[in-house]
Nanobody, 125 residues
């Protein structure tokens, strides 16, 4: 049973923009902390941004000022707007959900127990 579905990845040049979307169920959207993570082959998965039920957000230092996480209650959707993309943003991006406490204490992977299949983002220089 797929509960998180990402879309919106693609290839862009440096300086460009992409918007990733994460479709969730109403239950997950209303009860969980939702986060975006990314992973490059051979490296650990890292947190990018999270948003809790109240709309409080958290960002990795590497994306602050460039990425924005948001949610659409009517559609049970969570978005990641990525602007001024850099080659180092190239990765597979994952949407994930965890208990409310997952949004507290940093962008750690471990508290998130529901994951999407990922979407590829490639930024060329």
């Amino acid at each position: 049973q797929v509960q998180l579905v990402e879309s919106g990845g693609g290839s862009v040049q440096a300086g460009g923009s992409l918007r990733l979307s994460c479709a969730t169920s109403e239950y997950i959207y209303s009860a969980y902390c939702i986060g975006w993570f990314r992973q490059v082959p051979g490296k650990e998965r890292e947190g990018v941004a999270t948003i809790d039920r109240d709309g409080t957000t958290s960002y990795a230092d590497s994306v602050k000022g460039r990425f924005t996480i948001s949610r659409d209650t009517a559609k049970n959707m969570v978005y990641l707007q990525m602007n001024n993309l850099k080659p180092e943003d190239t990765a597979t991006y994952f949407c994930a959900a965890g208990p409310g406490s997952a949004c507290v204490g940093g962008l750690r992977v471990a508290p998130f127990n529901l994951w999407g299949q990922g979407t590829q983002v490639t930024v060329s220089s």
